[in-house]
């Protein structure tokens, strides 16, 4: 899809979706383009738009350059960033002479809500659309990072709240009823949680990143250029605001470590419990099994056969023989 947008009549308008305004326009949007969409853009403006599969590489002299007369930057962008399962896919930006084009493969809502403000507002360059552009990218994953810093902040609650035990029941009910327990605490969800949080913070950290480069590239082509002093102090003003977004990602991620270890170490807690349970219990009618053991012997003489009170004595010492070891627990707070 092509959607050309350009001046007229002192305003900024959207111009239509064919090739046919390629002239007047000064931005061009390419939105998953067709190759021949690719193609009458390139013999339009004398340059060779890049594809996908250049714009994915690392290299930054594939996301970096000049040619042609025109500056090819590209940046990772976000989209689908109202939930979790946020896309990370290449934008290339082009500025070429007194015109914009963009080539993207997805369509997040920063963009949109861009051009609706823009079509408002007076005419446009295509540096300050440009810088729009980035502009509203960032402050979008400013707005990702501020959600998810809130949601990393119920997790740590969810983490470190003090289980409350249920409500005892009253009347006779009472009597026959159980201790009441708190209710554990679902660690496998909390786990969940986190690496989803995670796994978004990489992604909005790797395009923080790409946009932070692509800017020290554009401040530095629109000194080169000779471009008007807005469009420099917008871009070294968006770099500095991007640093920041890039210091609140690495300490949410910091934070999500933290939350992950103390995730862990609460399972690990869980399980010692379970563990100690047995223990004490082996350790609790390991008395009585000895007294059993000692009385199930095959021997022709033990003295207490011949005793009418020998079951009951043995019952009886296995029982209190149970109880003294459990007692010198719970005195000792092991239980």
Known sequence: MIRTYSNRS??????????????????IDLLRPTKDEETAVER??????????????????????????????????????DGDAVLLSPATFVLAGDRLITVRYE????????????????????????????????????????????E??????????????????TGPAALLAPKPKP????????????GRKGDLLSKVYESLISVQRLLTYATAAAQARKADKEASSRFKSLGRDVQSLVDH?????????????ATLGMINIQQTGIIKIFSVAAVVFL??????????????????????????????LMVLSAIVPYQFFKW????
């Open 10 to 27: 002192g305003r900024f308008a959207f111009s239509g979706e064919d090739l046919a305004a390629l002239d007047d326009a000064v931005w």
């Open 44 to 81: 339009a403006f004398g340059i060779d738009v890049p594809t996908r599969e250049e714009t994915s590489e690392i290299e930054l002299s594939s996301r970096l350059y000049a040619e042609d007369g025109a500056h090819f930057m590209t940046a990772m962008m976000l989209s689908h960033t």
């Open 107 to 150: 369509a997040p809502r920063a963009i949109d809500t861009f051009v609706a403000r823009c079509q408002k507002s007076g005419t446009n360059t295509a540096e300050s659309l440009f810088a729009g552009l980035l502009e509203a990218l960032i402050e979008r994953a400013g707005d990702v990072l501020e959600r998810t810093g809130h």
């Open 152 to 169: 990393l902040d119920d997790v740590s609650r969810g983490i470190f709240a003090i289980e409350t035990p249920a409500p005892k029941p």
């Open 183 to 194: 209710k554990p605490r679902d660690f496998q969800s909390v786990l969940e949680q986190i």
């Open 249 to 261: 990602a690495a300490f949410l991620t910091q934070k999500i470590n933290f939350l992950l270890d």
């Open 287 to 316: 008395p009585p099994t000895l007294i059993a053991s000692i009385y199930g012997m095959n021997f022709k003489f033990i003295p207490e056969l011949a005793w009418p009170y020998g079951y009951p004595f043995a019952l009886v």
């Open 332 to 335: 000792r707070g092991w239980l």
